[in-house]
C-alpha cells in the first residue's frame, strides 16, 4: 500500500508594518526685533545688545530590518523496513521577517557613548564665571604686591645661579637623580617663573589697550561623548552611540566713557579674591571647582566703573547617534528515526549587525546672564601641564613618608 506526504515547511502570514521613515524637528526662537531697532542703529549708537536666540534642526531617519528567519520540513521515505529508500527530502523555507528599532520589544539595550549633559552644565557655569572675572579686569595689582616678596627672591637665587655655572651644573646633575628635585624645578617654573611672565604680559595689555573705549572677554569649552563598552553581551542586543560635540561659548563686552575709568577698572585691588589667591594650594581647587571665578564674579562687580556691560552664553550642538541591531543567527533543524536514519541541515552563520535609525542633532541655544548667576560648579580642568603639577605635588608628602619609615 502506497502513502502520499508533501513536505511543507510553514510561512508566518504576511502583516502589515507601518513607520516613519524621516521625522524632522526644526524651529527658531528669537526675541530681537528689527522693527524697534536693527543693529546698524545699535552700531552706530555705540552701544552693546545681546539678546536670547535660539535654532534647531534634528532629524530621525528610521529604517526597516530584514532579518532572516526559516522554517523546514525534514524527511525520508521508506517503507516499514527501510527498504526502497529514497533521498532524503529537506524543504526549507527562508523569508524575512521585517522589524523596526521600536518593534523590538524587550531587548537588551546597551549606550556605547552619549553626551553627559551634567557636565554641559558644569562647563556652561565654568566658561561663564570665566569670561565675568575676565571681563571686570586684566591686572590683578593687590595679589602681584603680595607676592611680589616670594618673585623677588625667585630671581635673585636664578641670578645667583647664573653667577656660578659650575655649581649650577653640578646641582642640575644632582637633580637628574632625584625625582622630587625635577618636581620642585617644574614647580618652580609653573608657579613662580611663569606667574612673573604672565603679570608682565597682563600689564603690557592693560597699557596697550587703555584707548579702546570697548572690552571683549570670551572663554571656550568642549563636551564630547563619553564612551562606554559591553564586557558580555547577549546573543541579541539593541546599541546606541552618539559622535560629535557640544560647544559651550560665554562672551562679555564692556564699554567706557574714557580711558581713565577703562584702567581703573582693569587693574583690580581685590582683598577678597587676593586672600582666595593667597591661600597654599587654592590653585589646585581651582582646577575642579570655579571658587576663584565665582569670587570675582561676586566681587568685583561692586564697583562697576563701565558705562554698559552684557554678557551671554551660548550651547552648539551638533551630534548623530546611530542605533544598531545586533544579532547572532543560525538556523539548525533535525529529525531523527533511529540510530542510522535522521536529516538535518543549517543554515551556516548569518548572523549580522543591522542600522535600525539615526539621530542627528543640530542647535544653537543662546542667553543672557548677568554675575549674579554665576553658581560654584564641578568642572574639572586637568592639562598636561596640571597632570604633570599634581606629580610634582605628591611627591613632597610621598618622599617625607619614604624617609620617616628608614
Not at 39 to 57: A, C, D, E, H
Not at 154 to 164: D, M
Not at 249 to 269: E, H, P, V
Request: aromatic share 12%; with cysteine; glycine share 2%.
Amino acid at each position: 500500500m502506497n502513502y502520499k506526504y508533501t513536505y511543507s515547511p510553514s510561512v508566518p502570514a504576511n502583516a502589515v508594518r507601518t513607520y516613519e521613515p524621516f521625522v524632522v524637528d526644526s524651529g527658531k526662537m528669537d526675541t530681537f526685533s528689527k522693527k524697534e531697532e536693527s543693529f546698524k542703529r545699535i552700531k552706530q549708537l555705540g552701544l552693546i545688545k545681546m539678546t536670547p536666540y535660539s535654532v534647531w534642526n534634528n532629524t530621525t531617519e528610521n529604517f526597516l530590518l530584514g532579518l532572516p528567519s526559516h522554517t523546514h520540513s525534514l524527511g525520508w521515505p521508506h517503507c516499514l523496513d527501510w527498504s526502497a529508500t529514497l533521498p532524503q527530502v529537506k524543504a526549507i523555507s527562508s523569508y524575512k521577517l521585517m522589524h523596526t528599532i521600536d518593534s523590538l520589544v524587550g531587548m537588551p539595550v546597551y549606550n556605547l557613548g552619549s553626551i553627559d549633559y551634567d557636565e554641559v552644565t558644569d562647563m556652561v557655569q565654568s566658561a561663564r564665571a570665566q569670561v565675568v572675572s575676565d571681563s571686570y579686569q586684566t591686572l590683578d595689582a593687590l595679589t602681584l604686591v603680595a607676592e611680589s616678596k616670594e618673585t623677588l627672591l625667585l630671581f635673585k637665587n636664578l641670578i645667583s645661579s647664573i653667577k656660578h655655572p659650575l655649581r649650577s651644573a653640578r646641582k642640575a646633575l644632582a637633580k637628574a637623580k632625584s625625582h622630587k628635585e625635577h618636581a620642585d624645578t617644574w614647580l618652580q617654573y609653573r608657579y613662580a617663573i611663569m606667574p612673573v611672565i604672565y603679570s608682565a604680559k597682563d600689564i603690557m595689555q592693560t597699557l596697550a589697550e587703555q584707548d579702546v573705549m570697548f572690552k571683549t572677554s570670551r572663554a571656550r569649552r568642549t563636551v564630547i561623548p563619553t564612551r562606554y563598552t559591553i564586557d558580555d553581551p547577549p546573543n541579541r542586543y539593541i546599541t546606541h552611540e552618539t559622535k560629535g560635540e557640544v560647544r559651550v561659548n560665554a562672551i562679555g563686552k564692556a564699554k567706557y566713557t574714557t580711558s581713565s575709568l577703562r584702567l581703573l577698572d582693569q587693574i583690580s585691588f581685590n582683598p577678597v579674591q587676593t586672600a582666595w589667591e593667597l591661600v597654599p594650594y587654592s590653585f589646585v581647587l581651582d582646577w575642579f571647582i570655579n571658587v576663584g571665578d565665582w569670587i570675582a564674579s561676586r566681587s568685583l562687580n561692586l564697583s562697576d566703573v563701565a558705562s554698559q556691560r552684557r554678557f551671554c552664553w551660548s550651547v552648539k550642538e551638533n551630534l548623530r547617534t546611530e542605533w544598531y541591531y545586533h544579532r547572532y543567527y543560525r538556523y539548525q533543524a533535525e529529525k531523527i528515526y533511529d540510530s542510522t536514519h535522521r536529516v538535518d541541515w543549517d543554515s551556516g552563520d548569518l548572523s549580522d549587525v543591522y542600522l535600525g535609525r539615526i539621530e542627528t542633532v543640530d542647535s544653537y541655544e543662546r542667553d543672557t546672564f548677568s554675575p549674579i548667576d554665576i553658581d560654584l560648579g564641578f568642572s574639572p580642568n586637568l592639562n598636561l601641564s596640571r597632570w604633570l603639577d599634581a606629580y610634582a605635588l605628591s611627591l613632597r608628602p610621598l618622599v617625607k613618608t619614604l624617609k620617616s619609615l628608614k
